[in-house]
């Protein structure tokens, strides 16, 4: 089964500050996922990423969010500059082809 | 727009009886389809899957059935125990094998009393 590292898994910061996440798919998948999930809703996609390159990011406020995927492996997430309602899990997944994705723990952002 | 839905937010059942689960989907292009288990503090862990091509799919004590022309599934937990307890996430994709996104439905919280 595959390992997703997520950090930090905390993290309370104020509106309009910048905060990034970072996800290690351990087994080096090659699909990587990030989704926010707010209280009490699903999991919704924000990217996806196929080794370096971007193949969905139709759902992510460009504005303010970004994602990078360096050499295929570990990839970042950040928000700057931060809302209330980006108060969320942020849940980062890899994927192994066979349709079913791994999750990590989640990292858990509030925005006051 | 909601693809996925599970219209049932929470559902106790008593231990050793049936837990049913219930999701709607909308999108006719689905045709992959999972259940995932999530305890508190913790990401999401896949608990069992259905094909199209299939309408059911039993692995231990859980069984999902798929109903294709309702657009429906459920999972079925049998016997029901207190570790079960968590919320459950019915997802839904376009492809069985490849990069592929999952549409999530909202949770239904599953309380199994002893």
């Known amino acids: 089964e595959a390992g997703v590292a997520q950090s930090p898994r905390y993290k309370i910061i104020e509106k309009r500050q910048s905060v990034a996440f970072w996800c290690n798919p351990i087994s080096g998948h090659a699909t990587l996922y990030w989704y926010q999930q707010i209280l009490g809703q699903g999991p919704k996609l924000l990217i996806q990423f196929q080794n370096n390159g971007v193949v969905d990011d139709s759902q992510l406020p460009k504005d303010r969010f970004s994602a990078e995927r360096l050499k295929g492996v570990d990839s970042t997430l950040k928000i700057q500059p931060a809302k209330l309602e980006d108060s969320a899990v942020y849940l980062c997944a890899a994927g192994i082809g066979t349709g079913e994705l791994f999750f990590g723990e989640g990292s858990r952002l509030t925005v006051l | 727009d909601?693809?996925?839905?599970?219209?049932?937010?929470?559902?106790?059942?008593?231990?050793?009886?049936?837990?049913?689960?219930?999701?709607?989907?909308?999108?006719?292009?689905?045709?992959?389809?999972?259940?995932?288990?999530?305890?508190?503090?913790?990401?999401?862990?896949?608990?069992?899957?259905?094909?199209?091509?299939?309408?059911?799919?039993?692995?231990?004590?859980?069984?999902?059935?798929?109903?294709?022309?309702?657009?429906?599934?459920?999972?079925?937990?049998?016997?029901?125990?207190?570790?079960?307890?968590?919320?459950?996430?019915?997802?839904?994709?376009?492809?069985?094998?490849?990069?592929?996104?999952l549409f999530f439905g909202t949770g239904t919280r599953l309380t199994v009393i002893p």
């Open chain 2, 2 to 101: 909601q693809q996925v839905k599970q219209n049932s937010p929470s559902l106790s059942v008593q231990e050793g009886r049936i837990s049913i689960l219930n999701c709607d989907y909308t999108n006719s292009m689905f045709d992959y389809f999972l259940w995932y288990k999530k305890y508190p503090a913790e990401g999401p862990t896949f608990l069992i899957s259905i094909s199209s091509i299939k309408d059911k799919n039993e692995d231990g004590r859980f069984t999902v059935f798929l109903n294709k022309s309702a657009k429906h599934l459920s999972l079925h937990i049998v016997p029901s125990q207190p570790g079960d307890s968590a919320v459950y996430f019915c997802a839904a994709s376009p492809f069985m094998a490849g990069a592929n996104n």
